[in-house]
Every structure is written in structure tokens, then in C-alpha cells.
């Protein structure tokens, strides 16, 4: 095929955004026909029909058969090429796969082509000496330690039969039935039901009844089930419920001796030893989500101070992207997906997210010099590694795999973007409480 086959037009905004483009092209038909021709002289060399020899069918036949495909191939591969060329010529940035459609734009003799695509978005970052960012701060104390064990009893937690009325925390076995309009009603009823006094596992008018009742009793009460309750047929209502309390037990929390240190992982059972241990997990835990919180805090002040728009398309792929490892999640635990459905729109708001830093990063990494150093990569790797039996295993595993390394990179990457953000905003410490940070890392 001639180099003057593809001829290229013009670039120009597409209506609908203004990171579109179209290049109109057009195809000489001459010159497609004259490369139609030399693809089917190649496929007669090898192509096999009955009754042939390989090498031996006629041309004719190979055109009738083959004709279609060669054409097609000669047409995408030409203006391929024109899209390539030209898209280098003008130095864009192709976000995705463009989209070609017939045009009738073209002299006797040719046909014509757009090629509808998306282009990335130049970023000219804003100054961020002006934005504000708050940097949470907590130290570790002994009352942050003592909560900590608390939680860690409260995990291992036993029951023993009470005499005395039901109090917040204890465990009851009950049966229950419920009726509306004196009739039961499906999910309404359960036997030897476990359930926790003052746990929020029940509706509220259910769970008031908890608190106070002593085994063997019979209670009748109302329940009234609110507006927006998934089952429409008792959206609203108000039902009656019977409830059997069969027992009522106490829990029994662990005291925090020898034995309980032992099952912390502490061989010797020494009580301080565990402590000093949890104190040092503890600090790690802090110093993860508070550099999770500040990070995100970073991030947002990145996307409110340079509002970009970005490629539809890299939209939809990271959407897909999202929806994919969610389903292959739910799967591994155990759900049956096949015929479940995981919508890649569901995660279209959190898939512009990503794309808008991930953009947003690059640029200002590339701009202010911020790639990853390897001592600062060998640094995360070993935060990594410390918390396992074989640290130094552990080590070799992520250095022996580029895409594991390549995460350790990432994560370097960030951490830089977040001290020059931390370096040139305007930043106030507040402080946060252990039970705010704990209940959410963000």
C-alpha cells in the first residue's frame, strides 16, 4: 500500500467534551484493492480447499472466499496506521481506544473515516500554599494501652448461667414469634435464638425487652418496624411478638495474668512483656491511620484546588476494573457470583475519584521530582516485613517479584506527595481521640 493511501484531514473538538477529538481521514480505494490483492497472493501460498494442492487454488476462489476478510483487514490496518501517524504528528495524548465511524466526506474514488477518541487532560497545577490541611495527632499512652487490653479480654470473652435479671452485655437464648393481624409472617419467628442484651442486633422496640428479663419468663410486647424496613409487607406496621427467655448468661471477662499473656503470643507469660508488645502494636496501628488520615486529607486538598476533567474512558475502565475485584472478592469468600450481577456504574464515583489523583499524582510527581528512592522503598518493604516470624523472608519474597515491588514504589510515591504537601500548605494539628481513629481509619 502506498504512503498516501490515508490522508488526514483535520482535528477538531468533539461536541460532547472537551478532552474529545475527531480525525477525518479518507482511504483511497485504489490502493486498498491494490494491498487486497497482495494479501491474497500471500494466503494462496498456504491457504488449503479440497481438491487442491496447497499453493495450487485458484485466485478466483481464494477472492470469493477470503475476499471480505482481506478487505477488511486492509482498510483497518490503513487507517490504523493514518490514526498513528497522525495522532504522532500532533503529539496527542490518546486516552483509550478511539472509535471509527464512516464518513461521507470523501471525493470519488475513497472512503471516508472519523476517528472519535478522548485525549488526557493537560494539568497545570495550582499553588497550594493557601490550602488548608489538618494533621491528626495522637500519642499512646497507658490509657490508650489499658482500652486496648480491654478489647482484647473482651475478645475472649466467656458466659455462666446468671440468676438475676438480664443487664447490658449479657447473652440470652430466647424463642420468639411474631404476628401481625394475629397471623405469623415469614422471617418471624426463631428457637434457641442467641442474642446479646443492648447489642443493637434487634429492632428498638425488640431490644428494649432484652435488658431485664430473667430466664423462663414470657414476654408480650409490640414491635413497630420503621418506614424503610426491606420487607414492604411490614414497612411501617406494627407487629406483636412473643418472646421465651431460656437462659441469661453473665460474661466473664479473662483477668490479664500469666495465662492470658501466653495467649497473646508471650511464651513466658510475662504480664509487662505483653503489655510492651501490645504498646508497640498499638503505636504501629496509630502511625498507619493517622498517616491513612492524613493522606487522605492531602488527596483532597489535591483534587479542591485543581479541578480537571478526565477521559470518559478511563472512567469506564477503572469502573470495570473495580467491579471485577469486587466480584473476585466476594468470591473468594465463599459467594456463589455466577449469576449475581456487579454493575462496573455502581463504582463510577469512587472510579473518577482514582482517576482524577492518579493524574493529579503523576503530574506532580514528574513536575517536582518526587519518583521513589530505593532506600525509601527498602524502607517501606522492612515496615512491612517486621510484623512477620521471618522478616528477612519476607524481604526477598517482595524483591523477588517487580508487581509486588512496584506496590512498595506506589506507596513511596504517595508518601512523598504527602510530605511536599505538608511542606508548602498551610497546616494545623488537631488532635483526634483513640476512639475516633480506631473506629475509622480514614
Known amino acids: ?24 481521514m479518507t482511504v483511497v480505494l485504489a490502493d486498498i484493492e491494490q494491498d487486497v490483492a497482495k494479501r491474497l497472493q500471500q494466503m ?6 479440497a481438491g487442491f494442492r496447497p499453493g495450487k487454488v485458484p485466485m478466483k476462489m481464494i477472492a470469493q472466499q477470503y475476499g471480505s476478510q482481506a478487505r477488511s483487514e486492509s482498510l483497518g490496518a490503513a487507517v490504523e ?41 493537560s494539568i497545570q497545577l495550582a499553588d497550594v500554599s493557601s490550602q488548608a490541611v489538618e494533621k491528626a495527632t495522637l500519642a499512646v499512652g497507658e490509657a490508650e494501652v489499658a482500652q486496648t487490653l480491654e478489647v482484647l479480654r473482651k475478645q475472649r470473652v466467656s458466659y455462666a448461667p446468671a440468676a438475676r435479671p438480664s443487664q447490658k452485655d449479657d447473652r440470652l437464648v430466647i424463642d420468639f414469634v411474631g404476628t401481625k393481624d394475629g397471623e405469623e409472617f415469614a422471617g418471624g419467628k426463631a428457637t434457641d435464638y442467641t442474642v446479646m442484651v443492648g447489642g443493637g442486633m434487634m429492632l428498638p422496640d425488640f431490644d428494649a425487652q432484652l435488658e431485664g428479663a430473667s430466664a423462663g419468663e414470657v414476654k408480650k410486647f409490640d414491635v413497630a418496624f420503621p418506614e424503610d424496613y426491606q420487607a414492604k409487607e411490614l414497612a411501617g406496621k406494627t407487629c406483636q411478638f412473643e418472646m ?47 498517616q491513612s488520615r492524613i493522606k487522605n486529607q492531602v488527596m483532597d486538598a489535591l483534587l479542591a484546588v485543581n479541578p480537571i476533567e478526565v477521559p470518559k474512558a478511563l472512567i469506564e475502565a477503572e469502573s470495570q476494573q473495580m467491579a471485577e475485584n469486587a466480584k473476585r472478592e466476594m468470591e473468594s469468600r465463599g459467594m456463589a457470583m455466577k449469576n449475581i450481577p456487579v454493575e462496573p456504574a455502581w463504582f463510577a464515583e469512587q472510579a473518577t475519584r482514582r482517576v482524577k489523583l492518579g493524574l493529579l499524582l503523576a503530574e506532580v510527581v514528574k513536575s517536582k521530582g518526587l519518583q521513589a528512592k530505593p532506600d525509601q522503598v527498602r524502607a517501606i518493604v522492612d515496615d512491612f516485613a517486621e510484623t512477620f516470624e521471618d522478616p528477612r523472608e519476607v524481604v526477598r519474597w517482595y524483591y523477588s517479584d517487580p508487581q509486588r515491588l512496584g506496590e512498595a514504589e506506589a506507596l513511596a510515591v504517595e508518601n512523598n506527595v504527602v510530605e511536599w504537601m505538608l511542606a508548602n500548605a498551610q497546616v494545623t494539628e488537631k488532635p483526634v481521640s483513640f476512639d475516633e481513629l480506631m473506629a475509622n481509619a480514614n
Open 1 to 24: 500500500m502506498t504512503e498516501n493511501a490515508v490522508a488526514t484531514v483535520e482535528t477538531a473538538p468533539a461536541p460532547t467534551s472537551s478532552l474529545e477529538r475527531r480525525i477525518d
Open 44 to 49: 494462496s501460498r498456504t491457504v488449503k480447499m
Open 81 to 121: 496506521r493514518a490514526f498513528g501517524e497522525q495522532v504522532r504528528a500532533q503529539n496527542l495524548r490518546v486516552a483509550g481506544y478511539p472509535r471509527i465511524e464512516p464518513s461521507a466526506n470523501a471525493a470519488d474514488g475513497q472512503l471516508g473515516f472519523s476517528a472519535i477518541f478522548e485525549v488526557y487532560p
Open 244 to 290: 421465651t427467655v431460656k437462659s441469661v448468661e453473665a460474661p466473664l471477662l479473662p483477668e490479664l495474668d500469666a495465662e492470658f499473656a501466653k495467649g497473646l503470643g508471650v511464651a513466658d507469660g510475662d504480664v509487662d512483656k505483653m503489655r510492651a508488645e501490645v504498646r508497640t502494636n498499638l503505636e504501629r496501628e496509630v502511625k498507619k491511620r493517622l
